[in-house]
């Protein structure tokens, strides 16, 4: 059974950096697609990125574009999200998600992924 753990949440200014990993077990972490949601209090889950297995290209939400940057290390079966540029609006809590299956753009939708982590929180200060 996949288990996803994320880490590296936490309180920071607006403006300020934070650098969220999601490490992965169970499986063969090289043989899923990964990616990276969001959901602040009372509003829908948001993509915000996801790397296929190579990490050959990746995947951006309009509203995180240019200011965070996903990655993987296949031999440390950890996923990453750099997150720069922080504003008030990306305060939300911060899942990761595992998919052995999927296709062309399917990794930014929620409903591709089988496995999901417990999530950690994201507070950014005005």
């Known amino acids: 059974q996949v288990q996803l753990v994320e880490s590296g949440g936490g309180l920071v200014q607006a403006g300020g950096s934070l650098r969220l990993a999601c490490t992965f077990s169970?499986?063969?972490?090289?043989?899923?697609?990964m990616g990276w949601f969001r959901q602040a209090p009372g509003k829908e889950r948001d993509f915000v990125a996801a790397?296929?297995?190579?990490?050959?290209?990746?995947y951006y939400g309009d509203s995180t574009k240019g200011r965070f940057t996903i990655s993987r290390d296949n031999a440390k079966n950890t996923m990453y999200l750099q997150m720069n540029s922080l504003m008030p609006e990306d305060t939300a809590v911060y899942y990761c998600a595992a998919a052995s299956s999927y296709g062309g753009g399917s990794l930014r939708r929620g409903q591709t992924y089988s496995y999901w982590g417990q999530g950690t929180q994201v507070t950014v200060s005005s």
């Open positions: 169970g499986r063969t972490f090289s043989n899923y697609g």
């Open positions: 790397i296929p297995k190579t990490g050959s290209l990746t």
